[in-house]
């Protein structure tokens, strides 16, 4: 049975360059490169973007730990990666 992955990215990461909206990620590495290398391999692979990415699975843009897509758990993959830029999901109080 093939390895499940879950790769999670947001800002401005992308997963293809060219996508829209454009990348930042276009100037050095895209995870493309990564997540094709996964394939490769024989794993399956599960793009999800915490924002908007046209070139996330189908899906699974806008994603949320606490709210996956409809059908879906997490208990469905072997391995999860998170690649983030932005950080924090709430806002911080000021002491």
Same mark, same amino acid.
């Given at each position: @049975? ?17 996508? /829209? ?15 094709? /290398?996964?394939?490769?391999?024989? @794993?399956?692979?599960?793009? /999800? ?25 997490? /208990? ?20």
């Amino acid at each position: @049975m093939a390895t499940t992955v879950l790769v999670v990215i947001d800002g401005g990461f992308r997963f293809k360059k060219d996508s /829209a909206p454009p990348s930042d990620a276009d100037r050095d590495f895209t995870y493309s490169t990564l997540t094709d /290398a996964l394939e490769a391999a024989g @794993m399956l692979v599960t793009r /999800a973007h915490r924002q908007d990415d046209s070139t996330a699975t189908s899906g699974w843009t806008g994603f949320k730990f606490d709210a996956l897509p409809a059908g879906h758990s997490l /208990a469905e993959f072997d391995v999860i990666w998170l690649i983030g830029l932005q950080g924090r999901n709430v806002a911080l109080k000021t002491l």
